[in-house]
C-alpha cells in the first residue's frame, strides 16, 4: 500500500530563512512523487515531481526536493522564504501498483513571518 | 496552458437537495478525479474515471454520489440529497495518459465550494 505522511503540520519561517518541508512515504515499489501547493480559495497547483532520474528535482518558484531512497524521503526546501508562499503544501504519492490514485498526505501550512 | 475548470466556484443548497457540481478536465486528457477537503482538512479522494466508468472510488463515494462525463467536455459530480456533512470544497482533476506506471501528475480546477445549510 501506499501512503505519504507529513511532519508538521504548521510551519513558520521568517523571510529569508529556510524552508524545509518534510514528506515521507511508504511504498512497495518504486513511488512517483509529487509536491503540490494550495493557495487561500485556490486549487492545487504542482510544485515539482519526482517520477525517475535525477533525484534532486527543481520546480517553481525556487523549490525544490531530493528523493531519498534510503530514507523513504521526498522533502520539499527553499533556500530563502519569500512573504507569498506562505500557503497550504501537500505531498503525494502515485505508483505503478496503485492504479490510477493519488495519495495525499495532510498537508502542511507554511507561515512566513516579516 | 490549458487547465481544469469548474462551475460553479460557489453553491449554497439546502440539506436534501440534489446538487451537481460541474468540470471541464484539459482536453487531451484520459483520467477524471473528484476529491474534495472539508475546511482546515485534509484532500480525500472520492472518485476516479477512466473510459466511461468509475475505476476507483472510496468510501466516502457512497450511493448518493454520482459521476457522468455527459459529453466529450464535460465531467460532473452529483449529489443526490445533500447532508450538512457534504459541505466542502470539491476538486476536479485531469490526468494524461503517460503510458507507463501512471507518473504524470494530476491538474486540478480552482474548486468548487458547497455549503448546505
Known amino acids: 500500500a501506499q501512503s505519504v505522511t507529513q511532519l508538521g503540520s504548521h510551519v513558520s519561517v521568517s523571510e529569508g530563512a529556510l524552508v524545509l518541508l518534510r514528506c515521507n512515504y511508504s511504498?512497495?515499489?518504486?513511488?512517483?512523487l509529487f509536491w503540490y501547493v494550495q493557495y487561500p480559495n485556490q486549487g492545487l497547483q504542482l510544485l515539482l515531481k519526482?517520477?525517475?532520474?535525477?533525484?534532486l528535482v527543481k520546480g517553481i518558484n525556487g523549490f525544490e526536493a531530493e528523493f531519498k531512497k534510503s530514507e523513504t524521503s521526498f522533502h520539499l526546501t527553499k533556500p530563502s522564504a519569500h512573504m507569498s508562499d506562505a500557503a497550504e503544501y501537500f505531498c503525494a504519492v502515485s505508483g505503478s501498483n496503485t492504479g490510477n490514485q493519488f495519495y495525499f498526505g495532510t498537508g502542511t501550512s507554511l507561515t512566513v513571518i516579516p | 496552458e490549458p487547465e481544469v475548470t469548474q462551475t460553479p466556484s460557489h453553491q449554497v443548497t439546502q440539506m436534501g437537495q440534489e446538487v451537481i457540481l460541474r468540470c471541464v478536465p484539459i482536453s487531451n486528457h484520459l483520467y477524471f478525479y473528484w476529491y474534495r477537503q472539508i475546511l482546515g482538512q485534509k484532500v480525500e479522494f472520492l472518485v476516479s474515471f477512466y473510459n466511461n466508468e468509475i475505476s476507483e472510488k472510496s468510501e466516502i463515494f457512497d450511493d448518493q454520489f454520482s459521476v457522468e462525463r455527459p459529453d466529450g467536455s464535460n465531467f460532473t459530480l452529483k449529489i443526490r440529497s445533500t447532508k450538512l456533512e457534504d459541505s466542502a470544497m470539491y476538486f476536479c482533476?485531469?490526468?494524461?495518459?503517460?503510458?507507463?506506471?501512471?507518473?504524470?501528475?494530476?491538474?486540478f480546477g480552482n474548486g468548487t465550494r458547497l455549503t448546505v445549510t
Open positions: 482533476a485531469s490526468r494524461e495518459f503517460s503510458g507507463v506506471g501512471y507518473n504524470s501528475p494530476l491538474h
Open positions: 511504498s512497495s515499489v518504486p513511488p512517483y
Open positions: 519526482y517520477t525517475t532520474g535525477a533525484t
